[in-house]
């Protein structure tokens, strides 16, 4: 079975890492997939994005990294992926998650959305929260690999010049 894991990964953090080595336990093969999406001003491109996934994943040999545009189901009956993975950390994220999964249903309804309960010790992290600490001049080491907090260091130096 194919499993896509959609997203936005601006940037991949820990937490996305453990989903998707967890993910790649549990599919034959695994699609992370990110969306390419002209609504968001993004820290980083989609070609960096992609970069840095294959960079933090480069273990894992049942993984491909892609991006895609439009709907993600859409996307999913293209690469014949029967699964949408989706991170789930705290209630807060349940409404919306669940809003998502039943509209995916009625969009298609042999695409199944499975939810992996994040691990405890990242139960409080997000892309959104790493880049706020940065932009206030915190240390991210701990919340996303090394190459990426190299990047986002690099991102905000050119920003925020001192
Ligand atoms: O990492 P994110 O930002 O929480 O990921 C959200 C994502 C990309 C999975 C979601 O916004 C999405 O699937 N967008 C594509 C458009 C779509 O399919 N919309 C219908 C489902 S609500």
Redesign the pocket.
């Known amino acids: 079975m194919i499993a896509i894991y959609?997203?936005?990964?601006d940037p991949i953090t820990l937490g996305h890492v453990d989903i998707i080595e967890r993910s790649c336990r549990l599919f034959e093969r695994i699609i992370v997939a990110v969306?390419r999406?002209p609504n968001k001003t993004p820290m980083f491109t989609v070609p960096q994005r992609l970069d840095q996934i294959r960079l933090s994943t480069r273990h894992l040999p049942n993984l491909e990294v892609d991006s895609f545009d439009?709907?993600?189901?859409n996307y999913a009956r293209m690469r014949q992926g029967g699964v949408l993975i989706?991170g789930l950390r705290a209630i807060s994220d349940f409404e919306a998650e669940l809003?998502?999964a039943h509209?995916?249903k009625t969009?298609s309804t042999e695409i199944e959305t499975v939810f992996l309960a994040t691990s405890n010790e990242y139960s409080f992290l997000s892309?959104s929260l790493v880049k706020e600490i940065a932009k206030f001049g915190g240390s991210i080491d701990h919340l996303v690999p090394p190459h990426v907090a190299i990047d986002i260091y690099r991102c905000q130096a050119k920003t925020h010049p001192t």
């Open positions: 959609p997203g936005s990964f969306l999406n439009g709907l993600t189901v989706r809003q998502m509209t995916n969009l892309s």
